[in-house]
């Protein structure tokens, strides 16, 4: 465990953020990393409690009180290892995560949790600086080939389990860069790029072959797969966005938030977007539909991009700012979020349902909302804007193109069907992450990444030495 009764000495200390006057005025990160001896400070809060709930908390089972007690002890090398075994990219999870299992530490029931999160980015940035992660060479290939459709957290943990099996691994992405939603979704100042082109290097090296810009159900015929490959694993997300289908929906300057996103890393990454394709919120009022963590980073984006205004709106009741009877320890509850982005100005209002947006020579100018609690007479309020953002939340993968191509079956949700070993209803076919979880979050797309090439490996060798998750 950590210190002896360290909970009792020690608080629990975040690491803090860059001041917002200045974080506004780039998309860099805005947690300023801080290792050593504070994460080891902190790491001494741990009470490696009997049962470690926080350990049950992590969709991918970290070993945290472990690990916690190395840091503690300084023995940042055996944490690594540890910390490894379980998690294939740490430097993200450590960085996005909302930290499931913080809601799991013991130290929550009456105290503040152990800062789990900011530890596990602390052993891994100090294994990358000491030269601990290094790419493994192996020495023995099966000579089984295996394709994974998408390269989002899903499909690069697949990959990466496959690839330390032995196989020969493919990965196909219809986008011009690896990363999936870590890529063009998740803006730089929650995760700066240059953390995946280094875990995405690592695993070239590792002899992954990435082939981008390949559609598979179009460029790419499913056919071909079939024909050249042992095992076929699709893990393309959830990409099918929620709609809001009412009066004045097709004036210009409405925007799917990914459409959004998408555009704003791009630009971040000097990418080129044509002008006539450009989504810029600079000197522009701008509305979120959509009160989640994609509507945040949108609010992010647009403060950065110089909007004039920001107004985030949300349907459903504020939640509130504490655990309530529903959602006792250690579940993970539903609670009011603050990101950095809220930091960082705009306005949120919830209880509002928009029943119609209103323009000006087909470009939106209005939208007109009604405050859900209240009489239809007494509630009505409008809201200017020139740019609209919605980000209600997907609906499921897309069915056209490679789910018909295969004859998928789907789930009640529209997700992709599976049996317990993520095998779809065409043998040698599988699925994993969001296409067939629906929408969730990386910790959850990297268990299945790993869950589903554990069944992988099984199928194809009859037996298999990877974890089960
Ligand atoms: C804006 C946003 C912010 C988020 N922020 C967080 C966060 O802070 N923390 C967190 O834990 N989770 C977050 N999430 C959720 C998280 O990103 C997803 O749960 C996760 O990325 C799902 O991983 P995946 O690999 O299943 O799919 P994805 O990441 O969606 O990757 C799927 C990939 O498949 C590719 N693809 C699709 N169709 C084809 C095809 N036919 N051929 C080839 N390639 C194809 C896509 O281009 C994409 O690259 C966020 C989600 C969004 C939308
Ligand atoms: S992956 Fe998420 S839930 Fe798991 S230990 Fe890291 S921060 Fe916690």
Request: net charge positive; with cysteine.
């Amino acid at each position: 465990m950590g210190e002896l009764r360290g909970f009792l000495k020690v608080e629990r200390k975040t690491t803090e953020s860059r001041p917002v006057c200045l974080r506004l005025k780039d998309f860099r990160e805005v947690s300023i990393f801080v290792t050593g001896e504070h994460s080891q400070e902190q790491a001494s809060r741990c009470m490696d409690c009997g049962t470690p709930f926080c350990h049950w908390g992590c969709p991918i089972g970290n070993y945290i009180p472990e690990w916690n007690d190395l840091v503690f002890r300084g023995h940042w090398q055996r944490a690594f290892q540890l910390l490894a075994a379980t998690n294939n990219f740490p430097e993200i999870t450590g960085r996005i995560c909302p930290a499931l299992c913080e809601y799991s530490c013991a130290l929550g029931i009456n105290d503040d949790p152990v800062t789990i999160r900011e530890n596990e980015l602390a052993i891994i940035e100090y294994a990358f600086k000491k030269g601990l992660v290094k790419p493994s060479r192996l020495k023995k290939r099966t000579g089984k080939k295996i394709a994974i459709v998408g390269s989002g957290p899903a499909g690069l943990s697949l990959a990466d389990q496959l690839n330390k099996a032995g196989h020969l691994v493919a990965v196909f992405e219809k986008q011009d860069k690896i990363g999936g939603i870590l890529r063009y979704g998740i803006p730089d100042f929650k995760l700066e790029k240059w953390v995946l082109e280094r875990r995405i290097n690592l695993l070239k090296k590792e002899g992954i072959v990435f082939n981008t810009s390949v559609c598979v159900g179009k460029e790419l015929k499913t056919k071909y797969l079939k024909k050249e490959f042992d095992a076929i694993c699709l893990a393309v997300g959830c990409g099918v966005p929620r709609d809001l289908n009412i009066e004045g929906r097709t004036l210009s300057g409405i925007h799917f938030a990914m459409d959004y996103l998408i555009q704003a890393n791009k630009k971040v990454s000097q990418e080129l977007i044509p002008s006539d394709k450009l989504i810029d919120a600079k000197g522009r009022r701008v509305v979120v539909i959509g009160g989640g963590d994609t509507g945040a980073d949108c609010l992010g984006v647009a403060h950065r991009q110089g909007a004039k205004c920001v107004v985030q709106i949300e349907l459903l009741a504020k939640p509130p700012e504490c655990r309530t009877p529903d959602y006792p320890w250690p579940k993970y509850p539903l609670l009011c979020k603050t990101t950095t982005s809220h930091e960082e100005g705009g306005i949120r209002e919830w209880s509002v349902s928009t029943k119609k947006f209103s323009g000006r020579n087909g470009q939106v100018k209005k939208l007109f909302c009604q405050r859900v609690a209240q009489e239809a007479s007494d509630g009505k309020f409008e809201i200017k804007a020139d740019l609209v953002i919605l980000a209600l939340g997907f609906l499921h993968p897309e069915h056209n193109g490679l789910v018909k191509d295969l004859g998928l079956e789907l789930d009640s949700r529209g997700n992709v069907k599976t049996d317990e070993n993520y095998m779809t209803k065409v043998l040698g076919i599988f699925s994993a992450g969001d296409m067939h979880r629906g929408q969730s979050l990386v910790a959850w797309a990297i268990s299945e990444g790993r869950k589903a090439a554990y069944a992988i490996d099984k199928y194809l060798m009859g037996e298999t030495y990877l974890p089960k998750m």
